[in-house]
């Protein structure tokens, strides 16, 4: 048995013996810069208030901006769940509103190599969050490297931010084109929605998302639709600096209103095209290079 053929059998097993599966949510961006970890810790904690039990996974290794901005230092990370033997609990570092996350170190970069029997072990315990959470949300680095790309490709559910700059517009569109050239990316069992962060009106979330899909459905295939906008505000900053998300540390200010309003939206849109997969899926999906039936 090759080790896409043992990964498969994982997923077959989980089959044959029905669990819950989680909801896996993947936010990223084309640049730096534009409040992608912001966007993933906030609506984390309005789905959590929605009754929703959220896991974070901080896949933007080296910068750790999840950690950063609950302000909490998490004693392990996923290297320690691949390389030391720790089960899922306890990586699971919990934060700020009963949201839990799950700092990824620099350990997935290496998981293709590691044996069958480890990679086993390592999608069991994977599998695991999908009895812990209702939705896991991984924060991916931003970018159109590999490694983002993977991620993306092994998502069902991507959420795009991105701001007004032409720039930014630019490097959403560059990020969406590398999707759609990918060998693996299949657009009908994926779905991208745009999320416009610090919009001075909401109204610009608009025209920002038409000006990029204008573009998208000119020269690509891959088809994306609008989430919604979060508005430029001086308390979210406040909130940065104080390491409180501004989703509990202001719940009058407008971001967090915004960001109330579209953790409702992604409820709502739950039963589209785009059905659960679990952990495990997910996970082996990423690792195997393979689709997995």
Request: proline share 3%.
């Amino acid at each position: 048995m090759d080790q896409a053929e043992g990964l498969r059998a994982i997923i077959k097993a989980g089959q044959q013996n029905p669990r819950p599966l989680a909801r896996v949510i993947t936010v990223t961006s084309g640049k730096g810069g534009v409040g992608k970890s912001n966007v993933a810790i906030n609506l984390a904690i309005q789905l959590k208030k929605m009754g929703q039990r959220v896991i974070i996974l901080d896949a933007d290794f080296g910068l750790a901006n999840i950690e950063i901005m609950f302000g909490t230092v998490p004693r392990h990370n996923l290297c320690d769940l691949i390389y030391q033997g720790k089960n899922i609990k306890e990586i699971i570092t919990w934060g700020a509103g009963d949201v839990g996350f799950i700092s990824g170190g620099s350990g997935i970069v290496g998981l293709a190599n590691l044996s069958r029997d480890y990679l086993t072990y390592i999608i069991q315990n994977l599998a695991q969050l999908d009895a812990i959470a209702d939705i896991i949300i991984i924060d991916t680095g931003a970018g159109i490297a590999d490694s983002v790309l993977e991620f993306l490709v092994a998502s069902g559910e991507i959420l795009l931010v991105t701001t007004p700059e032409p720039t930014s517009i630019t490097d959403a569109y560059s990020l969406v084109k590398a999707l759609d050239q990918h060998p693996r990316f299949l657009s009908e069992e994926s779905m991208i929605r745009v999320l416009a962060n610090r919009v001075n009106l909401i109204e610009d979330g608009d025209i920002l998302f038409h000006k990029l899909n204008t573009v998208v459905s000119r020269y690509l295939k891959t088809p994306i639709s609008y989430l919604g906008a979060i508005p430029q505000d001086n308390r979210l900053a406040e909130a940065v600096m104080r390491q409180i998300p501004v989703s509990l540390s202001a719940p009058g200010a407008k971001s967090t209103k915004a960001y109330e309003h579209l953790a409702a939206i992604l409820m709502d849109k739950e039963t589209e095209k785009v059905k659960k997969r679990g952990m495990a899926a997910f996970f082996s999906y990423l690792i195997s290079g393979k689709k997995m039936s």
